[in-house]
């Protein structure tokens, strides 16, 4: 936006600075940042939440898979909504805790980390990506203690270790790498339970995605903020993956098969005992 009365950009724009967007953001309009705002003190706000997210080492990466209700206290909120998103070409952040504010966290994170590349030229480390979103959900503190909470998953593929990561946070911003697997939200303790007994070291990516999905499928038989694949509204879990070859998300028509063959395999045998 230009200087109306110059008929130029602004100097913040002139002025030489840092490769973190989140910075210069806060050194010139603070108040746009998510955990600047200040609310009235008033009783927890009622706003839709996101639940569960899991997440898994796979012999080729990362794997992160997102169910899609959006709950409201007992209601239902929204039943198709994204939860997994794409921060850069080679990591993923999903999202669980007060949807509206996550959704713009992550899209903060996205501008973040593309800023980052066009002012270094490289790619921001795997573990420097885990820390700006730590450092993100510190400055969203204030909100949190206000129930408007936000815990994220994160992984990637760290190009330099030649391997997949998971990455976990608090409220707090503690940022926490996990091994194998991992799952946060309201359903994330059934999740974890699957995640146990399926989870193997030589999973390959199909296999990978039965496991997050299954996964997910417990967590909804349990958890009543967690939603199972909705099979006549064809609505189906999200599920993104980080390999050497970057991020993509797989397709519905492959969902659908995986979702098909974890309902006939469980027809019967409703807990899914091997």
């Excluded at 012999?59 to 206290?73: C, E, F, I, Y």
């Excluded at 936000?150 to 503690?174: I, K, M, N, Q, W």
């Excluded at 967590?219 to 599920?239: E, F, K, L, N």
């Excluded at 098909?260 to 899914?272: F, K, M, Q, T, V």
Aim: aromatic share 6%; charged share 25%.
């Amino acid at each position: 936006m230009t200087d109306p009365a110059r008929g130029r950009l602004p100097a913040a724009f002139l002025t030489a600075g840092g490769s973190s967007f989140t910075e210069f953001l806060a050194g010139h309009e603070p108040q746009l940042l998510p955990g600047r705002r200040i609310l009235p003190s008033a009783p927890a706000l009622e706003t839709p939440h996101g639940t569960t997210i899991v997440s898994l080492v796979w012999s080729g990466g990362v794997l992160m898979a997102g169910d899609r209700r959006a709950t409201m206290g007992s209601l239902i909120a929204n039943r198709d909504v994204e939860k997994v998103f794409a921060a850069d070409d080679l990591s993923l952040v999903g999202i669980a805790g007060t949807a509206g504010v996550a959704i713009e966290m992550v899209r903060l994170f996205q501008v973040e980390l593309e800023h980052y590349e066009k002012i270094e030229g490289v790619h921001m480390s795997l573990e420097g990506k885990a820390n700006r979103l730590a450092a993100m959900l510190r400055g969203n503190l204030g909100l949190a203690m206000q129930g408007l909470a936000v815990v994220p998953a994160f992984a990637g593929y760290d190009e330099d270790e030649g391997r997949g990561r998971l990455f976990s946070y608090d409220v707090t911003g503690g940022c926490y790498e996990e091994q194998q697997h991992h799952s946060v939200g309201s359903g994330s303790v059934f999740a974890r339970g699957a995640l146990k007994k399926l989870w193997r070291p030589d999973l390959e990516r199909a296999a990978a995605a039965r496991v997050a999905i299954e996964a997910l499928y417990d967590a909804a038989d349990d958890d009543s903020a967690t939603g199972g694949p909705d099979v006549h509204r064809q609505i189906w879990p999200m599920v993104g993956v980080v390999d050497p070859q970057g991020a993509h998300f797989l397709d519905d028509e492959t969902i659908e098969q995986v979702v098909a063959e974890i309902l006939r395999d469980r027809r019967g045998n409703s807990g899914g005992a091997r």
